[in-house]
């Protein structure tokens, strides 16, 4: 396996832990018999439930371009150092950005955010040029 589809795979299974933490969060928030319902009435998750329900759903944007990446890295064959790097910092970006913005670290949870996206983007250049 490649370092960068490790990193892709650490960042599926931290998109697992953080639908875990938000639906903990969700259910203590609304009870289950509310959770479990179905939901024609949206339900409005405030507080650290809000905060996790928005950082699993900005990690699934994220994830998409990130699995772009890694896969044209991996079907073209040009993993490198650099794609390695910038593999790892997406995964470490996601990994800090759960918090920063959990704990309303503003305006920390945009860096860290841009630090992944950007960490994205230069590994699609990478296989370009």
Known sequence: MTPELMALTL???LQVLQFCAYSIASISQVGVYKAAGPR???IELTGVAGRLQRTMN?????LILFTIAVVVVTYTDQS???TMLC???YLGARILYIPAYVFGL???RSLIWFVGLAATVAMLLSTLF
């Open 58 to 62: 900005n990690h699934f944007e994220g």
């Open 11 to 13: 960042a599926a299974l």
């Open 87 to 89: 593999s790892f910092a």
């Open 80 to 82: 490198s150092g650099i």
């Open 106 to 108: 503003a305006p920390w």
């Open 40 to 42: 024609d009435k949206s």
